[in-house]
Structures are given as C-alpha cells and as structure tokens.
C-alpha cells in the first residue's frame, strides 16, 4: 500500500549543528504534509505544516522542504539543542474518498551535548 | 484551552481480558482519531470519529472499536486481549477533517501479560 518512508532511522548531531530529516511519501495525490515530535513519554506533537502549492515554509528554528517532483520531504532544524532529541515524524494526507493520515515510522534524533 | 486528555495513562490487563480507553478532545474538536504505536511500526490508524459516527477505519481486526458520544468524548474497547497488543494507544482531535492538524494527547499505555 502507499506509506511514507524515512530515510534514516537514527540521526546524532552535535548541539548547535543543523539538523536535517528526510522523508520520502509515495501518494502524488497528497497536498498537505505534517511534521511532528514525540518525546519520550509524551505524545506526537505538532512542529510544522506545508501544502503542496508551497516548495519552502519556515517557523520557529525549523525550515520544512517539499519537492513534489521527488516527492521527497525534509525538516531542517537550524541549530539543535538537546531538547530537540525527540522521534520525529512525517505524515501526509492521502488521497481518496476517505482520506487519513499516513504516517513515516520516524527518525530518532540524538543531539550530543 | 486545555488539551487533548486521556484515561487512563497507564494499564496493566492479562490476555483474553477486554480493557476500555478514554479520550476527551479539545473543546469545540469534533473529530477523534484513535492510533496505536508500537516499537519500529509507528503510528497505526484505527479509526476516527465524528459526530457520533465511525467516519474511518484503519485495517485492525473486529476486536477493536470505539464510539464517540454527543460531548465528542471518545472510547476505544478491545476486547479478549492478546500480547501484541501491548502498545501506546494515541488519540488526536481535529476541529472537522481528520486529515487537518491532529493534536495528540499523552496517551495510554497498554501491558497485557
């Protein structure tokens, strides 16, 4: 079936290096994708969003890149701190009559102090 | 505004026993979503609720279901438990479509011995 997928599982940065994770999706009929973090006990909570009649949107600290013809997705975090350690996860909205998130397995940023 | 809160945080049920899970979204959310998470498979949909009414369905067996009640409030049953399902249940509330921005609560975490 359609899944979104990451890269790498596992990433480990130095604090105050930029972060950056990828995603890939499959569904070319998807038009709005959603980047979470999960800490440790807690659950997903959201960062950014970014719809597909957009390439670049930027919040606080973190950048989300959307390249439709890849249909490849990314999250730059601009100068990780130890509490961006967290799993993070894409999710893109499907297509279909009966739409729903479809959710990457997540990608386990460690920042080394 | 407070938000999304689940009961109860923590449970600890033997197999073939049934256990109930509560969520209460956000106020004037109208949609619940119902997830299990488990190690190295991420977020797997179960289902989600609007108005009282099952408007999606992920692909678990029969031994799973849920409701939503007038005040939006959302229950999930499963029944004759097994040891896979061992798992942190999600739920996430959307203001309409279950595709929009979904806020999580802390979840439950499930043992079944």
């Known amino acids: 079936g359609e899944s979104v997928g990451l890269h790498l599982p596992t990433l480990s940065v130095q604090e105050g290096d930029n972060s950056i994770i990828n995603c890939a999706y499959s569904n070319s009929a998807s038009d709005y994708f959603i980047w979470y973090k999960q800490e440790s006990g807690k659950g997903p909570q959201f960062i950014i969003d970014?719809?597909?009649n957009m390439d670049k949107r930027q919040g606080q600290r973190v950048t989300v890149l959307l390249n439709k013809t890849v249909k490849h997705l990314s999250l730059q975090i601009a100068a990780t701190q130890p509490g961006d350690s967290a799993v993070y996860f894409c999710?893109?909205?499907?297509?279909?009559?009966?739409?729903?998130?479809?959710w990457g397995l997540g990608t386990s940023l460690a920042v080394n102090p | 505004k407070a938000g999304v809160t689940q009961t109860p945080r923590y449970l600890i049920k033997t197999r073939g026993q049934q256990v109930t899970l509560s969520c209460s979204p956000i106020?004037?959310?109208?949609?619940v979503s119902w997830y299990q998470q488990t190690p190295g498979q991420g977020l797997q949909f179960l289902f989600e609720y609007f108005s009282e009414t099952q408007r999606n369905k992920g692909n678990f067996p029969g031994r799973f279901s849920g409701r939503q009640f007038s005040n939006s409030r959302s229950e999930m049953n499963v029944s004759t438990l097994e040891l896979g399902d061992s798992a942190l249940y999600l739920c996430?509330?959307?203001?309409?479509?279950?595709?929009?921005?979904?806020?999580f609560g802390p979840g439950t975490r499930l043992t079944v011995l």
């Open positions: 996430a509330s959307t203001k309409t479509s279950g595709t929009d921005t979904q806020y």
């Open positions: 970014i719809r597909s």
């Open positions: 106020s004037g959310h109208r949609s």
């Open positions: 999710a893109e909205n499907g297509a279909g009559n009966n739409r729903k998130l479809i």
